[in-house]
């Protein structure tokens, strides 16, 4: 992701409308979209998306473990020391997006950024994003 981190949350923004769009114009036969077949809210899918998308930009062999709603910014059962790093390349993507990518990757641990990637798309840090004014409120 290049270009300073106003343009970085920028093209984030542009990411997330346009796949919250694709995924709200998939239907299958039955007439519910895929999302809600799946039960997974579009909103939280786009945002889950967008960013194993950024994530991938710095680690390609990153793969979501999941795009479910409801995973938390805690990091329940992580050592005191990975939860730290992970606190850390949460407060630098708040700021400067690809720089907490980066400091993820520096990490080399697949495992810990699958981690990262959940409390970026839990519920609180999506939250702040919205009061920081780096992604648009949902209705």
Do not use: C
């Not at 967008?50 to 795009?67: G, L, N, P, R, Y």
């Not at 699958?114 to 519920?123: M, R, W």
């Amino acid at each position: 992701m290049a270009g300073t981190p106003e343009q970085q949350v920028q093209q984030l923004k542009e990411e997330y409308e346009r796949r919250l769009a694709e995924i709200k114009d998939q239907a299958p036969e039955t007439g519910e979209s895929q999302v809600e077949a799946e039960q997974i809210p579009a909103e939280h899918q786009a945002v889950s998306e967008t960013t194993e998308k950024a994530i991938q930009e710095q680690v390609s062999e990153f793969k979501a473990s999941s795009h479910q709603p409801g995973r938390s910014s805690g990091h329940v059962g992580i050592a005191p020391e990975a939860q730290a790093k992970i606190q850390e390349w949460i407060n630098l993507s708040l700021v400067n997006p690809s720089a907490g990518v980066k400091a993820a990757k520096d990490s080399g641990d697949i495992g810990l950024i699958d981690v990262y990637h959940g409390a970026l798309t839990s519920n609180e840090i999506y939250q702040e994003m919205v009061k920081r004014g780096k992604l648009p409120e949902l209705k």
